[in-house]
């Protein structure tokens, strides 16, 4: 089994058009280092994994890590990273956008001046954001003001997903990462205890090649989970706090929709009420499938019999705030007290009910599966021709 002294780890997520040409760039730029590289696919519909399986057929130092019910950058780059036993590990996109040619210069840093984590920073001299839209800029400094990571580390870029960590400090508080969403860097930078030995190295950021740009909303809304998670996730469930910010917006625009039927539908009371908890309780649904549970969001025929689950765990849940509310209220507690317990009973009895129902993991059948599998196989065998080429095996005697 050959040692290695660096380790790239790539997660993927639809990147078959690129992930041949990335490779040859590393062999290109890492000839005199001897490193593997580990790729993560979170079951890519195009295929990324079943490309890089054929491409590891004659590189020995190539593998990959096809995760399957799994999503996440963050938490694939974890998987990836507890895999290896090399002194240090590189993490970077396979969209070409972060520059490999300033790698060897990274791993020289780490090696040389006994650091933790190296980091390629846009934001210090010799380095850019390239050709990035004004608002993708202010959206970064955004995100480094809201993450607070002044208090643990001097960094310029703590949005950066293009760094080289010592493998044994990552060791050291793998066990404190939360895994979410897509900013690992800095879910690593916050989740260290004490001083953390941290250079940076300059780089311009590229455009995307091929493919699309994950960055959406869901995204954003990760991102200050993370933050979320690390000022509370002690305490308190992050996707419960959520879970009840969605269930708090529901309870606008119940009050909304009811006064409006009210008053300008001239609704009864019974049927304005019963009309906007039918309402809300599918916008509720559509919420956390959307966010709270978004990676187990339900689609197709299980959307609708997710949406089936959740409205009768919520009409209980709905039963016993109004009992146990009632019963409060008549053993002398203020009216406003007792409305809040009945509340907060409902949100714990809806969050764990929908938890082990509407969006428990479910296994794929069989039928599912093989059809998966026939369908990141079933490639064009001229698209397999086309890749192999063009990645030259690399030589394990380096």
């Given amino acids: 089994m050959p040692s290695y002294d660096l380790c790239i780890v790539i997660p993927t997520l639809n990147e078959r058009e690129n992930i041949a040409l990335l490779l040859e760039k590393l062999r290109f730029t890492l000839h005199d280092i001897r490193y593997e590289v580990i790729v993560v696919d979170d079951d890519s519909p195009d295929g990324t994994a079943a490309a890089v399986k054929t491409l590891s057929r004659t590189q020995s130092d190539l593998h990959v890590i096809h995760r399957i019910g799994r999503r996440g950058l963050a938490s694939a780059c974890i998987e990836g990273m507890l895999a290896t036993s090399a002194t240090y590990i590189a993490v970077m996109d396979a969209d070409l956008q972060h520059d490999e040619t300033v790698l060897p210069e990274m791993v020289r840093r780490i090696a040389s001046e006994n650091l933790d984590l190296v980091v390629g920073s846009r934001n210090i001299g010799g380095g850019s954001m390239g050709d990035f839209s004004t608002w993708r800029v202010r959206l970064s400094r955004l995100g480094r003001r809201l993450s607070g990571v002044e208090k643990h580390a001097v960094l310029t870029d703590p949005m950066s997903g293009f760094f080289v960590v010592r493998r044994t400090f990552f060791e050291q508080i793998a066990h404190r990462l939360t895994g979410i969403g897509f900013k690992i860097l800095l879910d690593i930078v916050l989740s260290a205890q004490g001083q953390i030995r941290i250079g940076e190295v300059p780089y311009h950021f590229r455009l995307r090649q091929h493919g699309q740009s994950k960055l959406d909303l869901i995204v954003g809304l990760e991102y200050l989970e993370l933050i979320l998670d690390k000022f509370i996730g002690s305490y308190i469930s992050v996707r419960f706090v959520m879970f009840c910010l969605v269930g708090a917006i529901g309870t606008v625009i119940h009050l909304l929709l009811l006064g409006g039927l009210l008053d300008l539908a001239r609704f009864s009371f019974i049927e304005s009420q019963a009309s906007a908890t039918g309402i809300v309780m599918i916008l509720n649904y559509v919420?956390?499938?959307?966010?709270?549970?978004?990676?187990?969001?339900?689609?197709?025929?299980?959307?609708?019999?997710?949406?089936?689950?959740?409205?009768?765990?919520?009409?209980?849940?709905?039963?016993?705030?109004?009992?146990?509310?009632?019963?409060?209220?008549?053993?002398?507690?203020?009216?406003?007290?007792?409305?809040?317990?009945?509340?907060?009973?409902?949100?714990?009895?809806?969050?764990?009910?929908?938890?082990?129902t509407t969006w428990r993991r479910a296994r794929r059948s069989a039928a599912q599966r093989a059809e998966r599998r026939a369908q990141a196989t079933a490639l064009p065998e001229s698209k397999d021709a086309e890749i192999q080429p063009s990645v030259p095996a690399i030589d394990t005697n380096r």
């Fill in 287 to 356: 919420l956390n499938n959307s966010f709270t549970y978004r990676d187990r969001r339900r689609r197709g025929t299980a959307f609708w019999f997710g949406m089936l689950t959740f409205s009768i765990a919520c009409s209980l849940g709905g039963v016993a705030n109004v009992l146990i509310s009632g019963e409060a209220f008549r053993q002398g507690m203020p009216w406003p007290l007792a409305g809040i317990t009945g509340l907060l009973f409902s949100a714990v009895w809806n969050y764990g009910v929908t938890a082990m």
